[in-house]
């Protein structure tokens, strides 16, 4: 069993009207079976209302599952006395950085989650130190979040999960609010976390460009994992994203059109360093 | 009709000792029917810059004018001046407050002094050029996705009817197709109803594809104000900036280095099809 499973795993929202009584059912997931192996990099792709912010709820406990189980690091979610253990092993950071920022400077914003632990104060600071550094804010740690850019706040946000030393860490569209730089600062920051701390780290995003680096992706549609398998396998299907409402990152449409147009460039073009090498294979 | 910004200046906090200088010196005219796309770094000051365009924000110093009057000389009505111009505002939907998408849509009519049945006639229009399904109507709008939500908070500024439409990151936060939807839609307003569109945007591929006209703002001045294929021209200062150029305008430049004879201008993906083709065939 990897660090994170579900089996089955169906999640219905129960809509009641003004007495209490159920109006209707909506079944926000259908059916998910996942199995993700430490120190991976996932990426889930999906439109919106598709259930990717619901199964990454399940994956913390913030959410229980209607039918199935999921298991996080070997321990059930439905069980209460799991849920402490399991948010310590996967953190997770949230689309909106002004939502996760509680304290006036941002050492101690970082510092609230180990302290909630209960972990020693002299272990808090260094811990606090070692998070602020890797996410390359330790310039910053007496200054107040709110003169912060997005990306900062959000490389803030991430290093307050980071410092409760968490083995997973599941973003739910953490760059949706930044600018260009903004979101290139996060993702080098997720990424340089998977490749030397070995965290495993689950994104979920709606841009595929993200998606590139991802040891496995998968897309979602309807509650259900309608595909999956490494980045090259997902973006070599160029329709089908598109009948999902998804994309593919601009290099792969260029490939994809120019293979469309007679060109023998092979399907799954990730970057521009592979479509280079196609086209002069060309001459 | 044309709205004119003339040597705006705008600082925040004057008077404390926390002065930010957040546009500098800004003249801009914006002609009847264009296309227009804003970039820039966060803190940059577009926010700030387009709250001048419809009176929410007075200018420090400098003058704004619609139409050749001065809508801050006390005679204009700054009511009138919200009708022709509309703003929506990054994430609309959170605006949302009546209990049916129609009755949303007919608060600002309504306001504007339209009888009911007026009020309703351009909602039904608005909710129409917007696409969305007659059926959703009489829905709450908090039953909707998040992308039709957004279409109707749109919709809500685009029943005052104006003339022109200022829209701040219409699609974050929107998957892929929702994002084409809501720009194919202003497209469409903008060449069959002739309304004026200023969009500020975070996606240089999106400007690159839908605009006509493109202005860069770097802390707090006008940077470039040129048509996209101008500016992304000059990837590098953008780079300075915080900003790039679409993903296959560099690749254009990759392929030229290595000797391929294609066009370096190219923004868009059909264009980069075209020339790459045309330098393979040659």
Not at chain 2, 199 to 219: F, G, P, Q, T, W
């Amino acid at each position: 069993m990897g660090i994170m499973k579900a089996a089955k795993l169906v999640h219905e929202y129960i809509h009641r009207d003004d007495d209490g009584n159920v109006d209707h059912i909506e079944t926000a997931l259908n059916g998910v079976d996942l199995d993700i192996e430490a120190g991976d990099f996932i990426a889930i792709l999906g439109h919106n209302g598709s259930g990717k912010s619901t199964l990454a709820k399940h994956l913390n406990a913030i959410l229980m599952p209607t039918e199935g189980t999921v298991w996080v690091d070997g321990k059930n979610t439905k069980a209460p006395e799991n849920t402490l253990d399991i948010r310590k092993t996967a953190g997770m950071v949230f689309q909106n950085p002004d939502n996760q920022i509680i304290a006036g400077m941002v050492e101690e914003d970082v510092a609230f989650g180990p302290e909630n632990m209960g972990v020693p104060s002299q272990e808090i600071w260094q811990r606090v130190m070692r998070s602020l550094n890797l996410v390359h804010m330790e310039a910053y740690k007496n200054h107040s979040p709110n003169k912060l850019s997005g990306g900062q706040k959000q490389r803030v946000a991430i290093a307050g999960v980071l410092a409760m030393q968490p083995k997973c860490i599941v973003l739910d569209e953490p760059t949706a609010m930044l600018d260009p730089e903004g979101r290139k600062e996060v993702m080098d920051a997720v990424l340089e976390l998977n490749k030397t701390k070995q965290v495993t780290v689950i994104l979920i995003t709606h841009y595929m460009e993200e998606a590139i680096h991802a040891d496995k992706v998968y897309v979602m549609d309807g509650g259900e994992i309608v595909m999956e398998g490494t980045a090259r396998e997902i973006f070599a299907r160029v329709q089908e994203l598109e009948n999902h409402r998804l994309s593919v990152p601009q290099i792969t449409k260029l490939a994809h059109e120019l293979k469309c147009s007679g060109l023998p460039i092979p399907d799954g073009i990730l970057d521009e360093e592979e479509l280079m090498e196609a086209i002069c294979h060309l001459s | 009709m044309s709205l004119i910004l003339n040597e705006v200046n705008y600082y925040y906090g004057k008077g404390t000792n926390l002065v930010s200088h957040a546009v500098k010196d800004v003249t801009l005219t914006i002609e009847d029917g264009e296309f227009i796309g804003i970039i820039g770094h966060t803190g940059s000051g577009k926010s700030t810059l387009i709250q001048h365009m419809n009176g929410l924000l007075k200018p420090t110093s400098g003058g704004v004018y619609y139409n050749g009057r001065d809508v801050h000389d006390g005679s204009f009505k700054l009511k009138e001046l919200r009708s022709h111009v509309g703003i929506v505002f990054q994430y609309p939907e959170y605006q949302l407050f009546e209990a049916t998408v129609f009755d949303d849509v007919c608060f600002g009519p309504k306001n504007q002094g339209l009888k009911d049945n007026e009020a309703g006639l351009v909602a039904f229009e608005a909710l129409r050029d917007m696409h969305i399904p007659p059926e959703m109507y009489y829905q709450s709008p908090f039953e909707l996705s998040g992308g039709q939500k957004r279409l109707v908070a749109i919709a809500g500024v685009l029943a005052m009817k104006p003339d022109m439409l200022i829209l701040d990151e219409p699609t974050a936060g929107l998957d892929p197709r929702g994002r084409k939807e809501i720009l194919n839609l202003l497209s469409r307003l903008n060449r069959e109803k002739h309304i004026t569109v200023v969009l500020v945007s975070h996606s240089m591929e999106d400007v690159a594809e839908y605009v006509n006209r493109l202005i860069v703002m770097d802390k707090g001045s006008i940077a470039f104000d040129a048509t996209p294929k101008e500016v992304f021209a000059h990837y590098k200062e953008l780079e300075t900036m915080g900003l790039a150029a679409p993903k296959v305008t560099y690749f254009m430049h990759q392929l030229k280095e290595k000797g391929w004879q294609v066009d370096t201008s190219a923004i868009t993906v059909e264009e980069a099809k075209k020339s790459i083709l045309a330098a393979i065939r040659r």
